[in-house]
């Protein structure tokens, strides 16, 4: 048996400074909040995000929710759409089939300012709410950030709780943060270190932003007419309620609770938390309803989230590789662990999370679906499905939607979008919609929560498995070459977006095509229903990939006119190398031949533009080396020093200034090392087969990859 508690807290985050890219998070996987040194958001300005369209920078100190969602009024003109939005811009395509619409948009940009109103609208609500800033206050006033003096946080990943001691304004404070496991609710705890001078009071303010449609917005705080701050006595005398309205509704779009022993209103959309003597407990309870009533204890908090982070860390699959030769070991064993942390905390909630998860937007908070895999298939490998459970809920609650669009494109079962927020519905992009490999993902992670023991899941998922298969099976058209995909079509490499119009038949999509559907027909035999002959029909009769001078190229592109003639091969050496996924991602279908995948794998290490790559591909790369039986090729792709492959003091994957974490690099991560560690159906059957010599490796609890 692994010392999982020593495995852990070797790796408990210890900060000394300010670092304006990497501030510590506590969470719950529905609720995040970022905080600087101070344990709370006091300096906020420290920790900037930059605008693409050139405003004012935002900040990593975020307070975040799986449920807190905003729109803006929609613009006036266009045609009605649902109570009153603007249309979904639609473009019709040429498909063998016939035309099919998509939502399409021309590109202009992560800002999107030379969209037109109504679909920059579209793309930007809704979008999700930054719920509020909490600010140290010391004597009734904000300190600045030049007292600020010696300072140590720290993280103690064992128990779920940041400690921070820190000197402000020559007084030394400890400040202890957490978040209940089982609520949306931040405790707080602020000790004066020495005696506090005569008169001296704690305080905590509470500031509530609108809305923002920022690319990586989620709080304005220019706007304090369009939203109201209701303040309300909770029935106790140390508690208030504060309900919060936008855009003139007569409803309130959240609520919160707030316990203290006094607090009063200080501004139109701020209150005030302080306490007499040199102890403030300060409890903060959000939610769209009613907050928690009574709210739990500072004390009760700790406690509930020190019992949640030692059952996490003490179920599931753990890795040690303490003990091995290569001098890399500690840090790869730092980012998984690290990365168990983060997860958990932003991307196990009830909807698909964001790339950027709880703790900043991007994408103003929309989800990417074809991400949803990469953020959390890892929960089902290291045996703990029950945190991937609730985010495939979102499926079912969109399936109608997705079915919809399945019903207008002239196809069978529910074709899922890619980027959208709560209510399902498609962004306007000339990528978005035209991308397919998100549809086997839903496939693929029923199957995993099925191997890795949630009960019932033939039950619980079958009917989402069923949809998604009856697309897949529909959309792949006869060709005298196989079934093929596409066009139009943007391939997991979305190099070819201005090529929609001609691209099919990447690898990826081929063979993930012909798994998922042999692995839906396995589910249909578990229900006890009669094989579906189209399915196997399509699974063995996908097309083959195009190779060029001995590699998988990356797609095929026909004629541009449409004439019919020979596909013509097409590779460009930027952003995703998917061709080579899959065989790695999913395991060997017959698609595709593994020495031409292991002669392009190399050719890709050789001299692809790895700055344009983003942080799951070198997990994805790493994956593929692994089935190839290449482990050291395998490590050294987890640990290359490529700029996308940076983790941060806190873990976060981060690719850029204006995208500072990744959490689909994190998820990644933990997908290839569940793989490398806990093996594969069909794999050699040696222990960590992932490895290469030299590494001592020893694992408990993974549940082996298909």
């Known amino acids: 048996m692994l010392d999982r508690k020593a495995l852990v807290r070797r790796h408990t985050v210890v900060v000394d400074r300010i670092d304006p890219r990497s501030p510590l998070q506590v969470g719950n996987g529905s609720l995040a909040c970022g905080?600087?040194?101070?344990?709370?958001?006091?300096?906020?300005?420290?920790?900037?995000?930059?605008?693409?369209?050139?405003?004012?920078?935002?900040?990593?100190?975020?307070?975040?929710?799986q449920?807190?969602?905003?729109?803006?009024?929609?613009?006036?003109?266009?045609?009605?759409?649902?109570?009153?939005?603007?249309?979904?811009?639609?473009?019709?395509?040429?498909?063998?089939?016939?035309?099919?619409?998509?939502?399409?948009?021309?590109?202009?940009?992560?800002?999107?300012?030379?969209?037109?109103?109504?679909?920059?609208?579209?793309?930007?609500?809704?979008?999700?709410?930054?719920?509020?800033?909490?600010?140290?206050?010391?004597?009734?006033?904000?300190?600045?950030?030049?007292?600020?003096?010696?300072?140590r946080q720290v993280l103690d990943l064992w128990a779920g709780r940041l400690t921070s001691d820190v000197t402000l304004a020559g007084r030394r404070l400890r400040v202890t943060t957490a978040c209940h496991p089982e609520a949306d609710v931040l405790a707080v705890r602020i000790e004066q270190v020495d005696p506090p001078s005569e008169g001296a009071q704690l305080g905590v303010r509470l500031a509530f932003p609108y809305g923002c449609e920022a690319w990586a917005g989620g709080a304005d705080w220019t706007a304090p007419e369009k939203h109201r701050t209701q303040l309300e006595a909770a029935g106790n005398a140390s508690a208030v309620v504060l309900?919060?309205?936008?855009?003139?509704?007569?409803?309130?779009?959240?609520?919160?609770?707030?316990?203290?022993?006094?607090?009063r209103r200080v501004g139109q959309h701020a209150v005030l938390a302080t306490g007499p003597g040199s102890v403030l407990d300060v409890v903060v309870g959000l939610a769209?309803?009613?907050?928690?009533?009574?709210?739990?204890?500072?004390?009760?908090?700790?406690?509930?989230?020190?019992?949640?982070?030692?059952r996490f860390w003490t179920t599931g699959a753990a890795l040690d590789l303490s003990g091995s030769a290569d001098p890399r070991a500690p840090e790869l064993e730092r980012r998984a662990v690290l990365s168990q942390y983060l997860t958990a905390i932003q991307c196990s909630g009830c909807l698909p999370p964001q790339e950027t998860g709880l703790l900043v937007n991007s994408w103003r908070g929309r989800f990417h679906l074809e991400m949803h895999y990469w953020h959390a298939a890892h929960f089902a490998l290291w045996g703990r499905p029950e945190l991937l459970e609730p985010s495939m809920e979102f499926y079912r609650e969109i399936l109608p939607v997705a079915r919809e669009t399945a019903r207008q494109q002239g196809y069978d079962g529910?074709?899922?979008?890619?980027?959208?927020?709560?209510?399902?519905?498609?962004?306007?992009?000339?990528?978005?919609?035209?991308?397919?490999?998100?549809?086997?993902?839903?496939?693929?992670?029923?199957?995993?929560?099925?191997?890795?023991?949630?009960?019932?899941?033939?039950?619980?998922?079958?009917?989402?498995?069923?949809?998604?298969?009856?697309?897949?099976?529909?959309?792949?058209?006869?060709?005298?070459?196989?079934?093929?995909?596409?066009?139009?079509l943007v391939p997991a490499q979305e190099s070819y977006a201005e090529e929609r119009h001609r691209v099919t038949n990447p690898p990826f999509e081929l063979a993930s095509w012909s798994w998922a559907l042999r692995v839906a027909q396995q589910w249909r035999r578990r229900a006890g229903l009669a094989p579906e002959p189209r399915w196997t029909e399509v699974a063995d009769?996908?097309?083959?990939?195009?190779?060029?001078?001995?590699?998988?190229?990356?797609?095929?592109?026909?004629?541009?006119?449409?004439?019919?003639?020979?596909?013509?091969?097409?590779?460009?050496?930027?952003?995703?190398?998917?061709?080579?996924?899959?065989?790695?991602?999913?395991?060997?279908?017959?698609?595709?031949?593994?020495?031409?995948?292991?002669?392009?794998?190399?050719?890709?290490?050789?001299?692809?533009?790895?700055?344009?790559?983003?942080?799951?591909?070198?997990?994805?790369?790493?994956?593929?080396?692994?089935?190839?039986?290449?482990?050291?090729?395998?490590?050294?792709?987890?640990?290359?020093?490529?700029?996308?492959?940076?983790?941060?003091?806190?873990?976060?994957?981060?690719?850029?200034?204006?995208?500072?974490?990744?959490?689909?690099?994190?998820g990644g991560l933990l997908t290839a090392l569940a793989m490398m560690a806990g093996g594969w159906d069909g794999g050699p059957g040696t222990a960590a087969p992932g490895f290469p010599s030299g590494w001592s490796v020893r694992a408990e609890g993974f549940i082996p990859a298909p």
């Open 288 to 310: 769209q309803e009613e907050p928690p009533d009574p709210l739990p204890t500072v004390t009760q908090t700790l406690a509930a989230a020190a019992g949640y982070w030692k």
């Open 243 to 263: 309900s919060r309205f936008f855009d003139g509704a007569d409803r309130p779009l959240h609520r919160v609770r707030v316990a203290a022993p006094d607090v």
């Open 35 to 65: 905080v600087d040194v101070t344990g709370l958001q006091t300096f906020p300005e420290a920790y900037p995000v930059p605008d693409t369209s050139g405003g004012e920078p935002g900040t990593l100190l975020g307070t975040f929710t």
């Open 541 to 666: 009769g996908m097309a083959s990939p195009l190779v060029a001078a001995g590699r998988y190229a990356a797609v095929g592109t026909v004629p541009d006119d449409g004439a019919s003639g020979p596909l013509r091969p097409r590779t460009v050496r930027a952003d995703h190398p998917s061709m080579v996924y899959g065989l790695g991602v999913v395991p060997a279908t017959g698609a595709l031949d593994p020495e031409i995948v292991r002669a392009t794998l190399h050719d890709v290490l050789a001299d692809w533009d790895w700055p344009s790559t983003w942080g799951w591909d070198f997990p994805a790369l790493a994956m593929t080396a692994t089935r190839l039986g290449e482990p050291s090729t395998a490590v050294d792709l987890l640990l290359s020093a490529a700029a996308k492959n940076t983790y941060l003091p806190n873990g976060h994957n981060w690719q850029s200034e204006t995208l500072p974490a990744y959490l689909p690099g994190n």
């Open 414 to 488: 529910a074709r899922w979008p890619k980027q959208v927020g709560p209510d399902g519905q498609e962004s306007p992009s000339h990528i978005g919609p035209f991308l397919l490999w998100q549809q086997p993902h839903v496939i693929h992670l029923a199957e995993l929560l099925r191997r890795a023991g949630t009960p019932r899941a033939v039950e619980r998922y079958g009917d989402l498995v069923e949809a998604t298969a009856r697309f897949m099976a529909d959309v792949a058209e006869p060709t005298p070459d196989g079934f093929a995909l596409g066009p139009p």
């Open 67 to 151: 449920w807190a969602w905003h729109s803006t009024p929609p613009p006036e003109g266009g045609a009605a759409w649902r109570g009153g939005a603007p249309e979904l811009p639609r473009r019709v395509y040429r498909t063998r089939r016939g035309e099919v619409a998509y939502v399409d948009a021309e590109p202009t940009g992560r800002d999107d300012a030379a969209m037109p109103a109504h679909v920059r609208w579209l793309r930007a609500n809704p979008h999700r709410l930054d719920l509020l800033r909490l600010g140290l206050i010391l004597d009734g006033t904000t300190p600045s950030i030049t007292e600020l003096g010696p300072c």
